[in-house]
């Protein structure tokens, strides 16, 4: 039975159709810089948003219409979505999904009752990813709903909800194995504080680097080889997140010696709360060699919150897609669609535009960056700008040939430097010809 009877499979239909039900610029098979446009996108859509997202705020009550739920509760809620979620992903044509444990079963009275209902929602998981062929981005963990976690899970004051969280990943994580997820994310949404008063920060920090570590060791005990991420958010819900972001993320892989084995899952309106742009953070991981993933979505920069809206910004998906393509593209990773619905839309045909925005937003955003990328004069102008790093006394400093003494030679030798224009107005004057 479906759930959408009037919604056929979307469909690409090109930049001049009027159909708001069709994709005017992702063109699944159009190869582009040697790859399908699926290939690089790999756009995943996550369950969280998509199929427990209410429109519930801080001030008001669900306001989402979803009749697939009428009159149901606890595991059957739970067993009803799941047909529905597939649907949902084969008709967008989204190869990948992404959840957590706790938003696709119950939370059960007892940690084992949990664990059981979990199993029931996977059989149903795995059956309907053989089905319609849709697979897993990632899974994770839902550490930071139930009150147990209020202290956090892996920072928290008690070792008892350290444990607790602990069984609750290892299990994700055989989950995430059994049903062949790509990868395994970690946002510890209470890891960290509100009050320093009350808080051992350096202690905290230490039990989440065993916590990691512990999570690499059983990951290699089960032989999942699916790619670890840590994905980065500074506040919200707690006032400093330890994963602030991207540089702060690095710092604590390489602190505690898991650089190795956890890549970033970067998430735009993240970025925007840490006062960043979301371009600035992928830099950030790509030259570090830690660009993993994308979590998809955009804030409202008028709003000091994590809004989770859908991606509609070309500039912003241009940006994007010009740092996944000068990292070498995504393996493990993809476009994850961690972005949620406007409370005022509630139909469930919203859930279907906000989808198809996001997947063209992005599809022009990589046409775009690929345009960009076969002009040439971007990266030819960032190329001159160094050109004194290419030979004589600058590819010595590169080198590590010299040091101070020879720099003062030099210096009084060549006299005062020449100053070149960056030229940004140029530059984006440049990028919105091909926008
Ligand atoms: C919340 C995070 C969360 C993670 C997965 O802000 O984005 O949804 O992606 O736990
Ligand atoms: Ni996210
Ligand atoms: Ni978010």
Same mark, same amino acid.
Request: with cysteine; net charge positive.
């Given at each position: 039975m479906s759930a959408f009877p009037d919604i056929a499979k979307i469909a690409y239909e090109g930049p001049q159709s009027k159909n708001p039900l069709a994709f005017k610029h992702y063109k699944a098979d159009e190869v582009i810089e040697g790859k399908t446009m699926r290939d690089h996108l790999r756009f995943s859509v996550v369950y969280w948003h998509t199929m427990c997202g209410n429109g519930t705020d801080m001030f008001g009550w669900g306001t989402a219409q979803r009749p697939w739920e009428a009159g149901l509760s606890g595991l059957d809620l739970a067993k009803a979505r799941v047909p529905v979620f597939f649907e949902i992903c084969e008709k967008l044509d989204a190869p990948y999904y992404a959840f957590h444990d706790r938003d696709v079963a119950p939370?059960?009275?007892?940690?084992?009752?949990?664990?059981?209902?979990?199993?029931?929602? *996977? /059989?149903?998981?795995?059956? #309907? #990813?053989?089905?319609?062929?849709? /697979?897993?981005?990632?899974?994770?963990?839902?550490?930071?709903?139930?009150?147990?976690?209020?202290?956090?899970?892996?920072?928290?004051?008690?070792?008892?909800?350290?444990?607790?969280?602990?069984?609750? *990943?290892?299990?994700?994580?055989?989950?995430?194995?059994?049903?062949?997820?790509?990868?395994?994310? @970690?946002?510890?949404?209470?890891?960290?504080?509100?009050?320093?008063?009350?808080? %051992?920060?350096k202690?905290?920090?230490?039990?989440?680097?065993?916590?990691?570590?512990?999570?690499?060791?059983? /990951?290699?005990?089960?032989?999942?080889?699916? #790619?670890?991420? +840590?994905? =980065?958010?500074?506040?919200? =819900?707690?006032?400093?997140?330890? %994963?602030?972001?991207?540089?702060?993320?690095?710092?604590?892989?390489?602190?505690?010696d898991l650089i190795d084995h956890l890549k970033l899952n970067l998430e735009t309106n993240h970025a925007t709360l840490a006062g960043h742009s979301m371009q600035h953070e992928m830099d950030v991981a790509g030259a570090a060699g830690a660009l993993g993933s994308i979590d998809a979505n955009t804030g409202d920069l008028m709003l000091g919150w994590d809004t989770d809206q859908? =991606?509609?910004?070309?500039? $912003?998906t241009t940006q994007c897609m $010009?740092?996944?393509?000068?990292?070498?593209?995504?393996?493990?990773?993809?476009?994850?669609?961690?972005?949620?619905?406007?409370?005022?839309?509630?139909? =469930?045909?919203?859930?279907?535009?906000?989808?198809?925005?996001?997947? %063209?937003? @992005?599809?022009?955003?990589? /046409?775009?960056?690929?345009? +960009?990328?076969?002009?040439?004069?971007?990266?030819a102008f960032v190329k001159n700008r160094y050109r004194t790093w290419d030979s004589g006394i600058g590819a010595d400093i590169e080198a590590g040939k010299v040091g101070f003494k020879q720099l003062e030679a030099h210096a009084l030798k060549f006299g005062e430097p020449k100053l070149e224009s960056g030229r940004q107005e140029f530059l984006e004057n440049l990028i919105n010809e091909f926008i």
């Open positions: 939370h059960g009275a007892s940690l084992r009752e949990s664990n059981k209902w979990f199993d029931t929602i *996977v /059989k149903l998981l795995k059956a #309907q #990813q053989k089905k319609t062929g849709v /697979k897993l981005l990632w899974g994770t963990a839902q550490l930071f709903a139930h009150p147990r976690y209020a202290h956090g899970a892996a920072t928290s004051c008690d070792a008892n909800a350290f444990a607790y969280a602990a069984a609750q *990943v290892k299990k994700a994580l055989e989950v995430t194995h059994e049903l062949g997820g790509e990868g395994y994310t @970690f946002w510890g949404g209470r890891e960290g504080y509100s009050s320093l008063w009350n808080t %051992d920060m202690r905290e920090l230490e039990h989440l680097a065993k916590f990691l570590h512990m999570a690499v060791a059983y /990951k290699k005990e089960i032989g999942f080889k699916g #790619q670890f991420y +840590i994905e =980065p958010k500074p506040k919200e =819900p707690t006032k400093h997140q330890y %994963d602030s972001d991207a540089a702060a993320c690095l710092n604590f892989l390489r602190e505690y859908f =991606p509609t910004d070309i500039y $912003l $010009l740092s996944v393509l000068k990292y070498g593209g995504f393996t493990t990773g993809g476009v994850n669609f961690d972005a949620k619905v406007r409370r005022e839309s509630f139909e =469930p045909v919203d859930l279907f535009h906000a989808h198809i925005g996001g997947m %063209d937003a @992005f599809a022009r955003g990589l /046409k775009i960056a690929a345009a +960009i990328r076969a002009d040439g004069r971007l990266d």
